[in-house]
């Protein structure tokens, strides 16, 4: 058990480009999540799936993020068109359904959008 | 709605004493849990404690123990015997107990700094 990984962990990239990150959960995890933390603010999240479905969308997941996670393994977050104001940490965590209070979150993807 | 309320955005603590950090809630809800996570400079958030709703005695967990009080919808952490090593960002942050993402709603974080 390696915990749950996040790649890249940090990226800079200029307004308008799109950018794609990835999160690796616990390999026995059924659930995963996605979060977004901005500066002086806790975690916000924004989207989550229960093996390969994505179940449930926040209102802040605008039509220009765009989550899957094909055959329930890991996940990738893209973000098309990138805005200074999606400047943010994106968290990824996982759990097992039964044991909801079980979450591990990764180190998080630090995005900086120029 | 779900809301949780962190009202000291930073907090000095002397090596070995405790601190209280402070956390209130607001939901419905009759069942829901309440949880504790520490965030280091790494970024990554690490999981203390958690209290359900209806769990009759407070959580502890080593050094850390949640002061419960269900009627204040307050849900405290105390963390006893400082250690240079708590000092981080300390998010409250709870979950509805009903069918669907169980996702976590957080507050704003309280930044600990614990001085030798």
């Known amino acids: 058990d390696t915990g749950v990984s996040q790649d890249p962990r940090h990226k800079i990239t200029k307004r308008g480009q799109n950018v794609t990150f990835r999160c690796d959960p616990i390999s026995e995890h059924n659930r995963l999540y996605w979060y977004r933390q901005t500066l002086g603010q806790g975690p916000e999240f924004l989207t989550y799936?229960?093996?390969?479905?994505?179940?449930?969308k926040s209102r802040l997941l605008s039509d220009r993020f765009s989550a899957e996670r094909p055959k329930g393994s890991f996940s990738t977050l893209e973000i098309q068109r990138t805005e200074q104001g999606d400047s943010a940490m994106y968290l990824c965590a996982s759990s097992l359904w039964d044991r909801g209070y079980g979450y591990t979150f990764g180190s998080g993807t630090r995005l900086t959008v120029v | 709605a779900q809301k949780i309320t962190q009202t000291q955005p930073g907090m000095f603590v002397q090596e070995k004493e405790a601190v209280t950090l402070d956390c209130t809630y607001d939901t419905s809800d009759p069942s829901y849990g309440l949880f504790w996570y520490k965030q280091p400079s790494s970024g990554e958030m690490i999981f203390l404690i958690y209290q359900g709703s209806y769990d009759q005695q407070n959580a502890t967990e080593g050094r850390y123990s949640l002061n419960f009080q269900k009627a204040r919808k307050s849900a405290n952490l105390v963390i006893s015997a400082s250690q240079l090593g708590d000092s981080a960002m300390y998010f409250c942050a709870m979950r509805r107990d009903q069918t669907g993402a169980n996702n976590l709603f957080f507050g704003t974080g309280t930044r600990l700094t614990v001085i030798p």
């Open positions: 799936f229960q093996n390969e479905a994505q179940l449930e």
